[in-house]
T-cell receptor, first 112, second 114 residues
Framework: GQQVMQIPQYQHVQEGEDFTTYCNSSTTLSNIQWYKQRPGGHPVFLIQLVKSGEVKKQKRLTFQFGEAKKNSSLHITATQTTDVGTYFCAGRGQGGSEKLVFGKGTKLTVNP | NAGVTQTPKFQVLKTGQSMTLQCAQDMNHEYMSWYRQDPGMGLRLIHYSVGAGITDQGEVPNGYNVSRSTTEDFPLRLLSAAPSQTSVYFC?????????????FGPGTRLTVT
């Protein structure tokens, strides 16, 4: 079945450093979503990418969807302590699949 | 709107007991799903529903039952609790089954099975 791999599993940075998490699917995706989960909280939707090669920005966050629609990345510029949490990618397969498969997430900690 | 609500927030069960985790949404969403979250395992889909009266299995359905009699409610039943079902359970909903809409998650239920 469809698998979504996400790396790294953990990332510790100093405040002000950049951060990137990568997501790779075993199959071509129709779209990919990114979520953020603060410690003790629930996942919150950040963005969805649909088109091959798509790039979207939200302030310091940049999201990319690969040309083959099998990989994606989230890059945070100049991290802040408010960026702490676990970032998940979630991919939906092609062919009308209703199942969203989540990566295992990247836990980001930021040292002030 | 309350969004997605889940009850209870915490629950402790003994092995073999049964219980129902409640989930409700007031956004008139068609699609609802249940996930479990274990350390280092991410979110794994248990069951999902694309509308009232329609349910299907996800990645880890064994030991769980669901039903969807109304658009608003999507309860998850543990038939005979086992320690392996100790986890945090999240219910989620989204606007449509087209696969192109964000999911809204509830606050979660933390379940411990002893």
């Amino acid at each position: 079945g469809q698998q979504v791999m996400q790396i790294p599993q953990y990332q510790h940075v100093q405040e002000g450093e950049d951060f990137t998490t990568y997501c790779n699917s075993s199959t071509t995706l129709s779209n990919i979503q990114w979520y953020k989960q603060r410690p003790g909280g629930h996942p919150v939707f950040l963005i969805q990418l649909v088109k091959s090669g798509e790039v979207k920005k939200q302030k310091r966050l940049t999201f990319q969807f690969g040309e083959a629609k099998k990989n994606s990345s989230l890059h945070i510029t100049a991290t802040q302590t408010t960026d702490v949490g676990t970032y998940f990618c979630a991919g939906r397969g092609q062919g009308g699949s209703e199942k969203l498969v989540f990566g295992k997430g990247t836990k980001l900690t930021v040292n002030p | 709107n309350a969004g997605v609500t889940q009850t209870p927030k915490f629950q402790v069960l003994k092995t073999g007991q049964s219980m129902t985790l409640q989930c409700a949404q007031d956004m008139n969403h068609e699609y609802m799903s249940w996930y479990r979250q274990d350390p280092g395992m991410g979110l794994r889909l248990i069951h999902y529903s694309v509308g009232a009266g329609i349910t299907d299995q996800g990645e880890v359905p064994n030991g769980y039952n669901v039903s969807r009699s109304t658009t608003e409610d999507f309860p998850l039943r543990l038939l005979s609790a086992a320690p392996s079902q100790t986890s945090v359970y999240f219910c989620a909903s989204s606007y449509s089954t087209s696969g192109r809409y964000e999911q809204y998650f509830g606050p979660g239920t933390r379940l411990t099975v002893t």
